[in-house]
């Protein structure tokens, strides 16, 4: 168990829909990185955020949208949902800005788009 | 722009055997290289990092790589594998600020009893 939790594990909903992934980062972490898994596809970074204030940004749709609260918990949000977004999302946390700090990965929320 | 390509999208050894998976990164020495293992229906877990402080690193679970300037790579190995190294294994490099990590494909490691 990695201590960052990630809620709902699966979703399937309809395109054109909004969809919201939650994430809990580790206890003490500041750093949240949000991930997309698709099929036979490495992971392809969206958008890290640090204490609060995004701090890099990767190849994230701007149907895509992210932030962190205060309580450092994250939220990911997609809109206009197509088929081509169903994938694997992953959030990981670290306790640094930068990705020489070790990350630490969530199980992942699975989204059907039919 | 910084890449990393994994030869092999499935590798199967048998069991005691050698553990070779192949891991090559594109461009100038990115300043960190990691290993991840992903079980079935989990998250990435590290492996091994590289950090320029020694090019042989040892991770877990008796698995170690080799920084290869000279050849680009960072290939990792373990001398005898087990049944429950079965996993997906990725490499992983930073870009050159290290505001983000670029993954590689990944290999599907197979074990044959």
């Known amino acids: 168990d990695s201590g960052v939790t990630q809620t709902p594990k699966h979703l399937i909903t309809a395109t054109g829909q909004r969809v919201t992934l939650r994430c809990s980062p580790r206890?003490?972490?500041?750093?949240v990185y949000w991930y997309q898994q698709s099929l036979d596809q490495g992971l392809q970074f969206l958008i890290q955020y640090y204490n609060g204030e995004e701090r890099a940004k990767g190849n994230i749709l701007e149907r895509f949208s992210a932030q962190q609260f205060p309580d450092l918990h994250s939220e990911l949000n997609l809109s206009s949902l197509e088929l081509g977004d169903s994938a694997l999302y992953f959030c990981?946390?670290?306790?640094?800005?930068?990705?020489?700090?070790?990350?630490?990965f969530g199980p992942g929320t699975r989204l059907t788009v039919t | 722009a910084q890449s990393v390509t994994q030869l092999g999208s499935h590798v199967s050894v048998s069991e005691g055997a050698l553990v070779l998976l192949r891991c090559n990164y594109s461009s100038s020495v990115p300043p960190y290289l990691f290993w991840y293992v992903q079980y079935p229906n989990q998250g990435l877990q590290l492996l091994l990092k590289?950090?320029?402080?020694?090019?042989l690193v040892k991770g877990i679970n008796g698995f170690e790589a080799e920084f290869k300037k000279s050849e680009t790579s960072f290939h990792l190995t373990k001398p005898s594998a087990h049944m429950s190294d079965a996993a997906e294994y990725v490499c992983a490099v930073t870009d050159s600020s290290a505001s983000k990590i670029i993954f590689g494909s990944g290999t599907r490691l197979s074990i044959r009893p």
């Open positions: 206890s003490g972490d500041l750093s």
């Open positions: 990981a946390s670290s306790v640094g800005q930068d990705s020489s700090y070790e990350q630490y």
């Open positions: 590289y950090t320029s402080a020694a090019t």
